[in-house]
C-alpha cells in the first residue's frame, strides 16, 4: 500500500462499511453445509498432469498476518470493528427512534 492520507482514509472509509456484512459472510462460509457438486461439473474441475493454477507458498509476513500474529494489524482491524459497529449501531437507533416517533 502507498502511504499517503487519502490511501488511509480510503481504507478506514472502506473497510467501515464492508466490516460486519464481510465477516458475516465469512461466517456462513465457514458454517454453511457445502452440497456435493453433480458428477458431470465434478468430471469437468478435474484435469490431467500437473495443476495449472499451482500457487506459490505464501511468504513469512503473509503467514503471520493469517494467524494474526501482526500487531498492527489487529489494531487496525479493531478500530474498524469498533467504528463500524458505532456505525450501524447508530443507523439501527436512528431507524427505531424514527418508528417510535411516527408510529407511536
Not at 22 to 38: D, F, N, Q, V
Not at 53 to 81: C, K
Amino acid at each position: 500500500m502507498v502511504p499517503g492520507r487519502f490511501n488511509a482514509f480510503r481504507f478506514y472509509f472502506a473497510a467501515v462499511l464492508e466490516y460486519w456484512y464481510l465477516r458475516c459472510g465469512a461466517w456462513i462460509e465457514g458454517k454453511a453445509s457445502t452440497p456435493a457438486y453433480p458428477p458431470d461439473l465434478a468430471d469437468a474441475m478435474r484435469w490431467d498432469g500437473a495443476n495449472p493454477y499451482a500457487r506459490e507458498a505464501a511468504s513469512p509476513a503473509q503467514q503471520a498476518a493469517s494467524r494474526g500474529d501482526l500487531d498492527h494489524f489487529r489494531r487496525r482491524w479493531r478500530i474498524v470493528a469498533v467504528l463500524s459497529t458505532l456505525l450501524y449501531g447508530g443507523i439501527f437507533v436512528g431507524m427505531v427512534a424514527i418508528g417510535w416517533l411516527v408510529f407511536v
